[in-house]
Protein backbone atom coordinates (compact mmCIF):
# COMPACT_ATOMS: atom_id res chain seq x y z
CA UNK A 1 0.00 0.00 0.00
CA UNK A 2 0.88 3.40 -0.70
CA UNK A 3 2.62 5.59 2.02
CA UNK A 4 3.65 9.10 2.53
CA UNK A 5 5.91 10.54 5.05
CA UNK A 6 6.97 13.17 6.34
CA UNK A 7 9.58 13.57 8.90
CA UNK A 8 9.24 16.70 10.49
CA UNK A 9 6.19 17.35 13.09
CA UNK A 10 6.77 20.24 14.26
CA UNK A 11 8.80 23.37 13.40
CA UNK A 12 9.17 26.41 14.67
CA UNK A 13 10.83 29.11 13.07
CA UNK A 14 11.38 33.18 13.18
CA UNK A 15 9.72 35.17 10.50
CA UNK A 16 12.10 35.52 6.79
CA UNK A 17 13.44 32.05 8.12
CA UNK A 18 13.44 30.18 4.62
CA UNK A 19 11.36 26.91 5.04
CA UNK A 20 12.10 23.55 3.58
CA UNK A 21 9.02 20.62 4.77
CA UNK A 22 9.96 17.09 3.89
CA UNK A 23 7.65 14.41 1.68
CA UNK A 24 8.41 11.02 0.77
CA UNK A 25 6.07 8.59 -0.88
CA UNK A 26 6.67 5.07 -1.25
CA UNK A 27 4.56 4.47 -4.94
CA UNK A 28 7.12 3.45 -7.54
CA UNK A 29 4.16 4.36 -10.72
CA UNK A 30 3.13 7.42 -11.75
CA UNK A 31 1.63 9.58 -9.20
CA UNK A 32 -0.18 13.14 -8.53
CA UNK A 33 1.51 14.89 -5.62
CA UNK A 34 -0.05 17.64 -3.55
CA UNK A 35 0.42 19.77 -1.00
CA UNK A 36 -2.35 21.52 1.26
CA UNK A 37 -2.75 23.85 4.29
CA UNK A 38 -5.32 24.03 6.56
CA UNK A 39 -5.11 27.10 8.88
CA UNK A 40 -6.09 26.92 12.35
CA UNK A 41 -9.66 26.68 12.76
CA UNK A 42 -10.15 26.96 8.91
CA UNK A 43 -10.87 23.64 5.69
CA UNK A 44 -7.50 21.89 4.13
CA UNK A 45 -6.74 24.00 1.13
CA UNK A 46 -4.41 23.15 -1.75
CA UNK A 47 -1.08 25.09 -2.16
CA UNK A 48 0.25 23.49 -5.01
CA UNK A 49 0.15 20.42 -7.12
CA UNK A 50 2.26 18.04 -9.47
CA UNK A 51 0.76 16.26 -12.20
CA UNK A 52 3.59 16.02 -15.18
CA UNK A 53 5.72 18.76 -16.62
CA UNK A 54 8.30 20.94 -14.82
CA UNK A 55 9.04 19.11 -11.24
CA UNK A 56 9.79 23.12 -9.95
CA UNK A 57 5.83 23.76 -9.21
CA UNK A 58 4.88 26.76 -8.10
CA UNK A 59 2.07 27.15 -6.05
CA UNK A 60 0.14 30.16 -4.56
CA UNK A 61 1.46 32.06 -1.57
CA UNK A 62 5.30 32.25 -2.39
CA UNK A 63 5.30 28.29 -1.65
CA UNK A 64 6.81 25.95 -3.99
CA UNK A 65 7.75 22.34 -4.31
CA UNK A 66 10.40 19.84 -6.17
CA UNK A 67 9.32 16.41 -7.36
CA UNK A 68 12.45 14.16 -7.51
CA UNK A 69 11.60 10.55 -8.72
CA UNK A 70 14.60 9.11 -8.57
CA UNK A 71 14.14 9.89 -4.39
CA UNK A 72 10.42 9.68 -4.21
CA UNK A 73 10.34 13.05 -2.84
CA UNK A 74 7.97 16.01 -2.71
CA UNK A 75 9.59 18.27 -0.58
CA UNK A 76 7.67 21.95 -0.16
CA UNK A 77 9.71 24.90 0.34
CA UNK A 78 9.52 28.86 0.93
CA UNK A 79 12.09 31.53 0.90
CA UNK A 80 10.69 33.88 3.58
CA UNK A 81 8.05 32.48 5.91
CA UNK A 82 5.75 35.32 7.70
CA UNK A 83 3.74 35.03 10.83
CA UNK A 84 0.93 34.41 8.24
CA UNK A 85 2.10 30.46 7.30
CA UNK A 86 1.56 29.41 10.60
CA UNK A 87 -0.54 26.27 10.16
CA UNK A 88 -0.48 22.20 9.43
CA UNK A 89 1.02 21.29 6.07
CA UNK A 90 0.27 17.81 4.82
CA UNK A 91 2.06 16.57 1.84
CA UNK A 92 -0.43 14.09 -0.05
CA UNK A 93 -0.15 11.61 -3.22
CA UNK A 94 -2.42 10.00 -5.76
CA UNK A 95 -1.60 7.23 -7.98
CA UNK A 96 -2.48 8.58 -11.29
CA UNK A 97 -5.65 8.01 -13.00
CA UNK A 98 -7.29 4.74 -11.60
CA UNK A 99 -7.22 5.67 -8.52
CA UNK A 100 -9.64 8.47 -9.03
CA UNK A 101 -9.84 10.57 -6.51
CA UNK A 102 -8.42 8.57 -3.78
CA UNK A 103 -5.10 10.46 -1.71
CA UNK A 104 -2.82 9.27 0.39
CA UNK A 105 -1.76 11.79 3.33
CA UNK A 106 1.30 12.11 5.00
CA UNK A 107 0.99 12.67 9.13
CA UNK A 108 1.53 16.25 8.76
CA UNK A 109 3.72 18.54 10.09
CA UNK A 110 2.98 21.69 11.98
CA UNK A 111 4.74 24.73 11.64
CA UNK A 112 4.79 27.76 13.96
CA UNK A 113 6.15 30.83 12.81
CA UNK A 114 7.14 33.14 15.83
CA UNK A 115 6.84 37.32 14.87
CA UNK B 1 -14.81 29.49 1.29
CA UNK B 2 -14.78 26.24 -0.61
CA UNK B 3 -18.08 26.05 -1.29
CA UNK B 4 -18.11 22.42 0.16
CA UNK B 5 -20.74 22.69 3.47
CA UNK B 6 -20.93 19.98 5.59
CA UNK B 7 -23.18 19.35 9.07
CA UNK B 8 -23.26 18.91 11.71
CA UNK B 9 -20.01 20.76 12.29
CA UNK B 10 -19.92 18.75 15.92
CA UNK B 11 -21.78 15.95 17.51
CA UNK B 12 -21.56 13.61 20.57
CA UNK B 13 -23.03 10.13 20.52
CA UNK B 14 -22.03 7.18 22.84
CA UNK B 15 -20.32 3.84 21.53
CA UNK B 16 -23.10 1.30 19.67
CA UNK B 17 -25.01 4.18 18.05
CA UNK B 18 -25.40 5.12 14.70
CA UNK B 19 -24.14 8.71 13.14
CA UNK B 20 -25.38 10.34 9.43
CA UNK B 21 -23.33 12.90 8.13
CA UNK B 22 -23.82 15.51 5.14
CA UNK B 23 -22.09 17.10 2.25
CA UNK B 24 -23.25 19.67 0.23
CA UNK B 25 -20.34 19.55 -2.89
CA UNK B 26 -19.60 22.84 -5.06
CA UNK B 27 -21.62 23.85 -7.86
CA UNK B 28 -20.46 21.66 -10.46
CA UNK B 29 -18.47 19.06 -8.72
CA UNK B 30 -19.91 15.81 -9.34
CA UNK B 31 -17.49 13.46 -7.29
CA UNK B 32 -17.39 13.43 -3.86
CA UNK B 33 -14.91 11.57 -1.61
CA UNK B 34 -14.75 11.55 2.23
CA UNK B 35 -12.10 11.31 4.69
CA UNK B 36 -11.07 10.84 8.53
CA UNK B 37 -8.83 12.47 10.28
CA UNK B 38 -7.87 11.53 13.55
CA UNK B 39 -6.64 13.75 16.54
CA UNK B 40 -2.82 14.74 15.07
CA UNK B 41 -2.76 12.39 12.33
CA UNK B 42 -3.37 13.11 8.40
CA UNK B 43 -6.88 12.69 6.87
CA UNK B 44 -7.78 9.10 5.72
CA UNK B 45 -9.79 8.53 2.66
CA UNK B 46 -12.99 6.08 3.79
CA UNK B 47 -14.51 6.23 -0.02
CA UNK B 48 -15.33 7.93 -3.06
CA UNK B 49 -18.90 8.09 -4.72
CA UNK B 50 -19.16 9.22 -8.37
CA UNK B 51 -22.43 9.19 -10.27
CA UNK B 52 -24.63 7.74 -7.15
CA UNK B 53 -22.22 4.41 -6.37
CA UNK B 54 -18.93 3.80 -4.74
CA UNK B 55 -15.99 3.75 -7.07
CA UNK B 56 -13.49 3.23 -4.38
CA UNK B 57 -13.06 2.74 -0.49
CA UNK B 58 -10.39 2.76 1.54
CA UNK B 59 -9.36 0.20 4.83
CA UNK B 60 -12.65 1.16 6.40
CA UNK B 61 -15.33 -1.88 7.77
CA UNK B 62 -18.83 -2.05 6.02
CA UNK B 63 -20.01 -0.12 8.67
CA UNK B 64 -18.63 2.52 7.55
CA UNK B 65 -21.75 3.31 4.37
CA UNK B 66 -22.65 6.31 2.18
CA UNK B 67 -25.04 7.90 -0.59
CA UNK B 68 -24.47 10.12 -3.45
CA UNK B 69 -27.37 12.02 -4.55
CA UNK B 70 -28.51 12.87 -8.05
CA UNK B 71 -27.57 16.59 -7.08
CA UNK B 72 -23.94 15.07 -5.88
CA UNK B 73 -24.91 16.03 -2.36
CA UNK B 74 -23.87 12.90 -0.11
CA UNK B 75 -24.23 11.47 3.34
CA UNK B 76 -21.72 9.33 5.42
CA UNK B 77 -23.27 6.64 8.03
CA UNK B 78 -21.97 5.05 10.43
CA UNK B 79 -23.15 2.16 12.21
CA UNK B 80 -22.15 0.72 15.81
CA UNK B 81 -19.95 2.96 16.88
CA UNK B 82 -17.03 2.62 18.74
CA UNK B 83 -14.53 4.94 21.12
CA UNK B 84 -11.80 5.25 17.84
CA UNK B 85 -14.55 6.77 15.54
CA UNK B 86 -13.97 9.56 17.25
CA UNK B 87 -12.16 12.59 14.86
CA UNK B 88 -12.82 14.97 12.09
CA UNK B 89 -14.61 13.85 9.29
CA UNK B 90 -14.20 15.73 5.90
CA UNK B 91 -15.99 15.51 2.85
CA UNK B 92 -14.11 16.98 -0.40
CA UNK B 93 -15.90 17.38 -3.82
CA UNK B 94 -14.13 17.61 -7.69
CA UNK B 95 -14.86 18.78 -10.77
CA UNK B 96 -14.98 16.33 -13.47
CA UNK B 97 -12.02 15.11 -15.14
CA UNK B 98 -9.93 16.59 -12.31
CA UNK B 99 -7.58 15.38 -9.46
CA UNK B 100 -7.94 18.28 -7.76
CA UNK B 101 -9.81 17.80 -4.31
CA UNK B 102 -12.18 20.72 -2.16
CA UNK B 103 -12.64 20.22 1.18
CA UNK B 104 -15.35 21.24 3.51
CA UNK B 105 -14.38 22.56 6.96
CA UNK B 106 -15.44 18.90 8.45
CA UNK B 107 -17.54 17.14 11.03
CA UNK B 108 -16.30 16.50 14.82
CA UNK B 109 -17.40 13.54 16.16
CA UNK B 110 -17.19 12.19 19.30
CA UNK B 111 -17.70 9.05 21.01
CA UNK B 112 -18.30 8.65 24.39
Known amino acids: AQSVSQHNHHVILSEAASLELGCNYS??????LFWYVQYPGQHLQLLLK??????LVKGIKGFEAEFIKSKFSFNLRKPSVQWSDTAEYFCAVNEGARAGNMLTFGGGTRLMVKP | ETGVTQSPTHLIKTRGQQVTLRCSSQ?????VSWYQQALGQGPQFIFQ???????GRGNFPPRFSGLQFPNYSSELNVNALELDDSALYLC???????????FGEGSRLTVL
Open chain 2, 49 to 55: YYREEEN
Open chain 1, 27 to 32: YGGTVN
Open chain 2, 27 to 31: SGHNT
Open chain 2, 92 to 102: ASSPPGSGELF
Open chain 1, 50 to 55: YFSGDP
